[in-house]
């Protein structure tokens, strides 16, 4: 656990983001990840009284603000809808509903972790952050950025309807995942794969199926995904088993996605 | 600093550090039910409400709680003697340990199963909702069977 000398829950993003420019204070989100470091805190912000705890719905777009909860996200009828339980999905393997009652949405996308579950989703969605200086931007690049000072406001999910499923592969049901894999594909039919996990921080694959893949564009995907050279072992397996369930699960992830899109 | 929490709706006004876990303060005023099991947020075994929704008090600031309701297992009590019956029944206890906690996730499972109208729950929903709830003694079967009977007794879910 790690000492914090002050707690304070400032009133407005700007006192927030000066508190957060000096090093030795930190933003406390649901404070899970952060309990198990050992840090000396200086002064804990907590962004409770920012508004920032609710998930608005509008025409364009869900907005989720960075306090809503991990379990607020997985409960929430509208994107069940849009986006087929693809967010449910990747979220319900996260330790226990306890747990998902207190980790934020701003905490576990601000940490940008290599095994993240939500990651892997929100990128296989149109997805974007809004950060208290930095502005709006998509989510790939805030994965690619070093970790800075900024707040994270708000994840915005356009309302583009994707069909897609979300698989991963775990040692034990609420264990972190060994693999994950979030496909999704969009009403004109262009497909997002995104592989999380890997164990490096979620990625990209550019498979190149076309709309409606027949068995040879399948295998062709596949064929491309053998040279990818994105994934690595660690203590939950190694780079060639890692590959061998990228694999099983991108063949699968297309059939339920066209299964879908069929229905 | 100074906050003001109600604990089973009594209130408790006391000088607390800023970084004092929620799960120590109760500890403090004497709710021994919860109980630390772990060091990774992983167990379950500090589970309280907090207005009425269940979560880790191992990973909640004393300080954020200010101004809240906190219902620990010794506020419980009528319902957990009717849940800890089928528990008995079934010989789902060993040591014991985790009960308290397991046993505030089942109550808040089973209100939730209420306020969603779910009134014949799989074991597969009963499952996932509890799974942030170790035990290292038995093999979850005696504690899903009295589960089980308790969310079908007379009077239970409707
Ligand atoms: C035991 C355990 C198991 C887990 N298993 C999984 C899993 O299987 N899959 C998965 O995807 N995740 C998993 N996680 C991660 C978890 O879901 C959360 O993502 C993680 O705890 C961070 O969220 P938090 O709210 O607790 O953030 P905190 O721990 O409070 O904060 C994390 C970091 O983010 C910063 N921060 C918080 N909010 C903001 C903000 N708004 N703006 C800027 N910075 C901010 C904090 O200062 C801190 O540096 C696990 C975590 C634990 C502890
Ligand atoms: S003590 Fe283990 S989850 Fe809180
Ligand atoms: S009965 Fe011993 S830990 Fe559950």
Redesign the pocket.
């Known amino acids: 656990m790690f000492n914090g000398k002050n707690y304070l829950r400032p009133s407005t993003l700007e006192e927030a983001w000066t508190l957060?420019q000096n090093k030795n204070n930190?933003?406390?989100?649901?404070?899970?990840?952060?309990?198990?470091g050992h840090k000396n805190i200086s002064t804990m912000i907590d962004?409770s009284d920012l508004g920032?705890s609710t998930i608005e719905e509008n025409d364009q777009e869900f907005r989720i603000g960075?306090?809503c909860t991990?379990r607020e996200l997985e409960e929430h009828s509208g994107m069940e809808q849009f986006f087929s339980g693809m967010i449910r999905n990747s979220i319900e393997?996260?330790?226990g509903v306890q747990?998902r009652n207190?980790?934020?949405v701003?905490?576990?996308v601000?940490?940008r972790?290599g095994?993240?579950?939500?990651?892997t989703v929100f990128m296989a969605l149109d997805s974007y952050v809004e950060l208290y200086k930095g502005g709006i931007i998509p989510l790939e690049k805030y994965a690619d950025m070093p970790y800075d000072q900024?707040?994270?406001?708000r994840v915005i999910i356009k309302k583009r309807t994707r069909k897609g499923v979300y698989l991963s592969i775990r040692q034990t049901a609420?264990?972190?995942?060994v693999l994950a894999c979030a496909v999704s594909q969009n009403q004109e039919g262009a497909w997002k794969i995104i592989y999380g996990a890997r164990p490096g921080k979620a990625l990209a694959f550019e498979s190149g199926l076309p709309e409606k893949p027949g068995l040879s564009d399948i295998e062709e995907a596949i064929g491309k995904l053998k040279s990818w050279g994105h994934f690595a072992g660690n203590m939950r397996g190694s780079a060639e088993y890692r590959k061998a369930l990228a694999e099983a699960l991108l063949r699968k992830a297309i059939r339920y996605t066209m299964d879908m899109t069929r229905a | 600093m100074e906050v003001k929490i109600k604990v089973n709706h009594k209130n408790i006004t006391d000088n607390i550090p800023a970084d004092l876990l929620l799960i120590d303060f109760l500890r403090k005023h004497g709710f021994y039910s919860v109980k630390r099991g772990c060091d990774?947020?992983?167990c379950g075994l500090c589970t309280v409400l907090i207005a009425d929704e269940p979560v880790l008090s191992c990973a909640v600031l004393t300080a954020r709680a200010n101004g809240s309701h906190i219902t620990t297992l010794e506020g419980m009590q009528k319902e957990a003697e009717v849940f800890g019956s089928f528990m008995a029944d079934e010989g789902a206890e060993q040591c014991g340990f985790c009960s308290p906690g397991f046993i505030m996730s089942v109550l808040a499972m089973e209100k939730e199963f209420e306020k969603k109208g779910i009134t014949n729950p799989s074991e597969d929903q009963i499952n996932k909702y509890l799974s942030g709830n170790l035990c290292r003694c038995t093999g979850y079967m005696s504690h899903t069977r009295a589960i089980m009977k308790y969310l079908k007794r007379a009077g239970g879910l409707k």
């Open positions: 957060n930190k933003i406390i989100g649901g404070m899970l990840w952060l309990k198990m962004l920032l960075a306090m991990l393997s996260i330790v747990f207190l980790a934020t701003g905490g576990s601000y940490s972790f095994f993240s579950d939500i990651l900024d707040i994270l406001m609420t264990d972190f995942p | 990774t947020a992983n």
